[in-house]
C-alpha cells in the first residue's frame, strides 16, 4: 500500500504554489510560461511608447509677412524630418511643433 503511495508522489511535481500532475499538466505549465513571457515583452514594448527622433532640417528659409494695417511678422519655414524608431505596433503621431528664435537678447516662439 505504501508502494502505490509512493508511485502517485512521484507523478507530482510541488512548488510553493503550485501542484503539478507530470502525466498531462506539463503541457498546460509549458503554455502559460509561454504565453506569460509573451504578455511580459508586450507590456514592456507598451511602456516603452513610441521614440520619434528629430532630424534637424537641411535649410531654414526665413520671410517678412506684410499684415495689412499691422506691424510686419517674420515667418520660418523649413523641412522637418522624424522617425518612431520604436516597434511597429506603437505608431506616433506628431501633432504640433514650435521654434524658438533668439537674436540678440530678445526670444521669440
Known amino acids: 500500500m505504501s508502494e502505490s503511495t509512493d508511485s502517485s508522489e512521484t507523478d507530482v511535481v510541488k512548488l510553493k504554489w503550485l501542484r503539478i500532475d507530470r ?6 505549465l509549458t503554455a502559460f510560461l ?4 509573451g504578455a511580459i515583452f508586450q507590456a514592456r514594448e507598451w511602456l516603452q511608447g513610441p521614440q520619434v527622433e528629430f532630424y534637424s532640417p537641411d535649410r531654414i528659409v ?11 511678422i517674420v515667418r520660418i519655414g523649413a523641412s522637418m524630418s522624424y ?10 503621431a506628431l501633432r504640433s511643433e514650435e ?7 530678445v526670444i521669440s516662439k
Request: hydrophobic fraction near 35%.
Open 23 to 28: 502525466k498531462t499538466d506539463v503541457i498546460g
Open 99 to 105: 521654434v524658438t528664435m533668439k537674436l540678440g537678447p
Open 83 to 92: 522617425t518612431n524608431s520604436a516597434s511597429t505596433s506603437y505608431s506616433a
Open 62 to 72: 526665413l520671410f517678412s509677412y506684410d499684415r495689412p494695417n499691422r506691424s510686419p
Open 34 to 37: 509561454l504565453a506569460l513571457v
